[in-house]
T-cell receptor
Framework: GQSLEQPSEVTAVEGAIVQINCTYQTSGFYGLSWYQQHDGGAPTFLSYNGLDGLEETGRFSSFLSRSDSYGYLLLQELQMKDSASYFCAVRAPGSARQLTFGSGTQLTVLP | EPEVTQTPSHQVTQMGQEVILRCVPISNHLYFYWYRQILGQKVEFLVSFYNNEISEKSEIFDDQFSVERPDGSNFTLKIRSTKLEDSAMYFC?????????????FGEGSWLTVV
């Protein structure tokens, strides 16, 4: 099977930088994705890492270390609108398309 | 920007009743999915659909669930005899193809309440 672990809650202030970690266990690895979800709305794709290293998309970056089965999402210059749940996800082994999500990290950005 | 649309946004149904949730995936996408999220929990995979047939399904997707693509645009999830534990947000999603990595696009969800 697979499992993903991420912190349940993170709090930071506006303008700060926050890192949300994700460790995973899976028998086959096809990349790590990050999704954002506001108040139970549609999960929105943020970033994907198929190979080791850092992927940058504006204020958001994502990092992967396959040898450590670890990744993180880095959010810079935090804004109030970044308050949301953030999920890491991996593709299920032997699956072409099925994603397995972590339990999510609730980020609260304070003024 | 193209988006996945779902109807209804919220449905209340009595236990044992049949429910159909509807979705219009992004028009040029080839893979379609249903996920669900019980309140306060993580998003869980139900089923994926490609080339007019189910390609994968989870243990949650038992005989009371079915999916259909009745025409060129709609994708439906039917729950034949709803149970209290089926109460959840149901997300439809779609993705372009094999080269799209793990990028799938979710709709806003249909909140199902079984009473």
């Amino acid at each position: 099977g697979q499992s993903l672990e991420q912190p349940s809650e993170v709090t930071a202030v506006e303008g700060a930088i926050v890192q949300i970690n994700c460790t995973y266990q899976t028998s086959g690895f096809y990349g790590l994705s990050w999704y954002q979800q506001h108040d139970g709305g549609a999960p929105t794709f943020l970033s994907y890492n198929g190979l080791d290293g850092l992927e940058e998309t504006g204020r958001f970056s994502s990092f992967l270390s396959r040898s450590d089965s670890y990744g993180y999402l880095l959010l810079q210059e935090l804004q109030m609108k970044d308050s949301a749940s953030y999920f890491c996800a991996v593709r299920a082994p032997g699956s072409a398309r099925q994603l397995t999500f972590g339990s999510g990290t609730q980020l609260t950005v304070l003024p | 920007e193209p988006e996945v649309t779902q109807t209804p946004s919220h449905q209340v149904t009595q236990m044992g009743q049949e429910v159909i949730l509807r979705c219009v995936p992004i028009s040029n996408h080839l893979y379609f999915y249903w996920y669900r999220q019980i309140l306060g929990q993580k998003v869980e995979f139900l089923v994926s659909f490609y080339n007019n047939e189910i390609s994968e399904k989870s243990e949650i997707f038992d005989d009371q669930f079915s999916v259909e693509r009745p025409d060129g645009s709609n994708f439906t999830l039917k729950i034949r005899s709803t149970k209290l534990e089926d109460s959840a947000m149901y997300f439809c999603a779609s993705s372009l193809g094999r080269s799209s990595g793990n990028t799938i696009y979710f709709g806003e969800g249909s909140w199902l309440t079984v009473v």
